[in-house]
């Protein structure tokens, strides 16, 4: 009776624990997605999970139990006829997009998640008695929460963990340690706050995470240069959803002739429309050869575009003589490899390529204060040129450059609550709410299913250039001023050293990366906004600030300098005590394996008989031949498996074996030396035959030599 009971009593707390760790699945999944249930989901998993449960126990019933499951799923699909592709491609787009589980019926979706987690859950905890899988399966799903879209519920963490403790502790072996399931319990509960400090960095962010995003950091710049030899690509205009992490990469070095008084921005990736998590490049090929038809200018197509970006530069060159003398020229060298764009100056003029350490090309240009375009001093024609083409570039820019993407209706809704009239205005209230957000160039990841800008601006609140950059773009164009997403390189006025030929000389590294916006002026052109905290001061929104900004830049040029110059030895101090921390692990992950296998080696010569000759089946195993020991002329076996055993100590070893395991009596003192000796002989014999990658499994993993 007693037996009848606890087999019971066993049956009843495995399929219980089982549905905790589903319940706790489908809970999270509720508190990531929402989405509304029927009430018959319940049981229907309730009903499936224990027959899935009851096969579990009988493994020749495995396969049969996934053609019933099969044929359920394809019973449902069927049942929806024409709405289930529409349903399906509801689930997955909610699953990776931005779109929400509010508005469907989730029932169907929540009986099959159910299903194939009971199914793994049974199959690994169960059927395969093999808890450490079920531990990495839910390690992997709490792991997998914030890419989903959010962090696991309380109450989810519990019923999981409740699962994970009962299936190991019902259905593992009873000589198993009873610290695992502690330890197991920590383990996972690690990996489910690392979830949720992600999560809610804001909340949650503290130095134990800092220091799994230095580890990680240490991997990422590892891996690039295994792979590729370039710095942080700010090529592409996709929006970094994850944490930045710099190297110092050498990546453009710049020649000015004259020592600067603004920051030099140098523009290489411009971005048009938001795509929704990356900006598509601004494209304006097939405007500006229209526009040279327009203008009679057919065999000059090609060039229409380098004219436009010129006129600035050149109206101002012709319209005022006393400002000619301050005209500058800028030498730019680029130096990774690979890359897309070439980066050019604001307000310049292209002049020729040249040499100085490598192959270079020189621009002429104006710093922004130096911009005072006087109309009623140029001539006739270059005024009707220059008019012409503002005006139909500036035509196309309202067109193209205050489109919006679909959704981001907090940000859009902060935006319109605005009664600003000037750029100006437009401008500081941008600043002042993306002052409120923090800079940090580990913000965490932001969830696949969520907008990027959008995460950043009302969810995690940190981050870094990208996401300034993005935000403060799209806050424009919702306030009416017409936008556009940049990348390239900026270096402060103060970095640069004179050189003993009178150049002025910085080289920028991928630290010097930057993006930010820039807005279109009457009369100027693109401008750039900076709007990003802590990088310095921003340029000019209107002529009414040029004043104030040469004063902010050239107090702040010494500030940028000494924060530049301290946040590179931070980060290079950083990146070292990294790589220690790197090699201490490697170290003690070293040592523990040599340390385990002289424990286990110590062991061995204390073992029984019978449990070295359990060793040496499985050394015999590796080596190809796999064997129980109760064979019939088990001894031949042996003696043409490994070759320095003989007929009569394999026979022997079989009589001191069998005896031990079942004759009931205990092996003297010489039998088990003899059985020492043969077990050493033999596994050094088959070591000596097997592949490297053998030779370390048996040598650091079976620990049997």
Same mark, same amino acid.
Do not use: H
């Given at each position: 009776m007693t037996d009848v009971t606890e087999k019971y009593t066993r049956h009843f707390c495995g399929f219980i624990f089982m549905m905790l760790g589903t319940a706790g699945v489908l809970g999270a999944l509720r508190d990531i997605f929402g989405g509304s249930t029927g009430?018959?989901? =319940?049981? =229907?998993?309730?009903? %499936? /999970? *224990? #027959?899935?449960?009851? /096969?579990?126990?009988?493994?020749?019933?495995? #396969?049969?139990? %996934?053609?019933?499951?099969?044929?359920?799923i394809y019973a449902a699909i069927h049942s929806k006829g024409a709405d289930a592709e529409k349903y399906a491609e509801n689930i997955i787009y909610c699953m990776t997009s931005l779109k929400s589980f509010e508005a469907y019926d989730v029932s169907f979706f929540? #009986?099959?998640? +159910? #299903?194939?987690?009971? $199914? %793994?859950? /049974?199959?690994?905890? =169960?059927?395969l008695r093999k808890s450490g899988l079920y531990f990495l399966l839910i390690t992997a799903f709490a792991l997998l929460c914030p890419y989903m879209g959010g962090g696991a519920g309380l109450h989810g963490i519990v019923l999981m963990l409740a699962s994970y403790i009962g299936l190991h502790i019902l259905y593992m072996p009873s000589k198993m340690p009873k610290t695992v399931p502690l330890i197991a319990f920590s383990l996972v509960m690690l990996c489910f706050s690392l979830s949720l400090s992600y999560y809610a960095a804001d909340k949650l962010h503290n130095k134990i995470y800092d220091k799994a995003d230095d580890v990680e950091g240490v991997v990422h710049r590892l891996v690039n240069d295994l792979i590729y030899s370039r710095g942080s690509d700010y090529d592409s205009g996709r929006v970094n959803s994850g944490n930045n992490y710099q190297r110092g990469t050498d990546a453009v070095e710049i020649w000015l002739s004259d020592k600067p008084?603004?920051?030099?921005? %140098?523009? +290489?990736? $411009?971005?048009?429309?938001?795509? +929704?998590?990356?900006?598509a490049e601004a494209n304006e090929g097939d405007f500006f050869n229209k526009l040279s038809y $327009?203008? +009679?200018? @057919?065999?000059?197509?090609?060039?229409? /575009?380098?004219?436009?970006? $010129?006129? *600035?530069?050149?109206?101002? @060159?012709?319209?005022?003589?006393?400002?000619?003398?301050k005209a500058r020229t800028i030498t730019i060298n680029p130096l990774l490899p690979n890359v897309k764009n070439r980066y050019y100056p604001y307000m310049g003029r292209w002049e020729h390529i040249t040499r100085k350490e490598n192959i270079a090309y020189v621009y002429s240009y104006y710093e922004l204060k130096d911009m005072d375009i006087r109309k009623d001093m140029l001539d006739m024609q270059s005024l009707r040129r220059f008019n012409y083409l503002q005006d139909s570039y500036e035509q196309y820019v309202y067109e193209h450059y205050l489109t919006l993407p679909s959704g981001m209706e907090k940000l859009k809704e902060l935006c319109a609550e605005q009664e600003l009239e000037s750029v100006d205005d437009k401008t500081r209230f941008i600043q002042s709410v993306l002052s409120q957000r923090t800079y940090s160039l580990r913000p965490g990841m932001a969830p696949l299913n969520r907008d990027i800008v959008d995460h950043f601006m009302f969810e995690s609140r940190r981050g870094y250039c990208v996401h300034f950059a993005s935000a403060a773009v799209l806050m424009y164009r919702m306030l009416g001023v017409p936008a556009r997403y940049v990348t390239g390189y900026r270096a402060n006025a103060g970095l640069f050293r004179e050189l003993d030929d009178g150049d002025y000389y910085f080289k920028a590294t991928d630290r010097d990366a930057h993006a930010w916006a820039e807005i279109y002026q009457k009369d100027k052109g693109w401008i750039p906004v900076e709007v990003t905290p802590g990088i310095g001061s921003a340029s000019t929104a209107g002529e009414e600030n040029t004043a104030e900004y040469t004063s902010l830049t050239e107090q702040s040029t010494q500030a940028d300098e000494e924060e530049t110059d301290n946040s590179i030895e931070i980060s290079d101090t950083s990146e070292n005590k990294n790589m220690l921390y790197v090699f201490a692990a490697l170290a003690v992950l070293i040592a523990a394996v040599i340390i385990r296998r002289k424990i286990k080696l110590i062991k061995i010569n204390d073992c029984k008989s019978a449990e070295l000759f359990g060793a040496m089946l499985d050394a015999v195993a590796i080596n190809g031949e796999k064997y129980t020991g109760i064979e019939k002329g088990i001894e031949d076996k042996l003696t043409g498996s490994i070759s320095v055993m003989n007929k009569d100590e394999a026979k022997r070893l079989k009589d001191i074996v069998y005896g031990e395991a079942y004759g009931g009596r205990r092996a003297d003192e010489d039998e088990r030396e003899f059985v020492l000796k043969l077990y050493k002989k033999s596994v050094k014999c088959i070591y000596s035959q097997v592949n490297i990658f053998k030779r370390l499994y048996m040598r650091y993993i079976k620990c049997l030599c």
């Open positions: 009430l018959f989901v =319940v049981p =229907v998993i309730i009903v %499936l /999970s *224990y #027959i899935i449960f009851l /096969s579990a126990q009988r493994p020749r019933f495995f #396969i049969l139990q %996934l053609i019933i499951m099969c044929a359920g929540m #009986i099959l998640t +159910g #299903i194939v987690w009971a $199914e %793994l859950c /049974s199959f690994f905890a =169960v059927t008084t603004e920051p030099v921005y %140098l523009k +290489g990736f $411009e971005g048009g429309d938001y795509t +929704g998590n990356a900006w $327009e203008m +009679g200018w @057919n065999r000059w197509g090609n060039y229409m /575009s380098a004219m436009y970006k $010129e006129i *600035y530069y050149n109206a101002n @060159n012709s319209s005022n003589p006393q400002i000619l003398r």
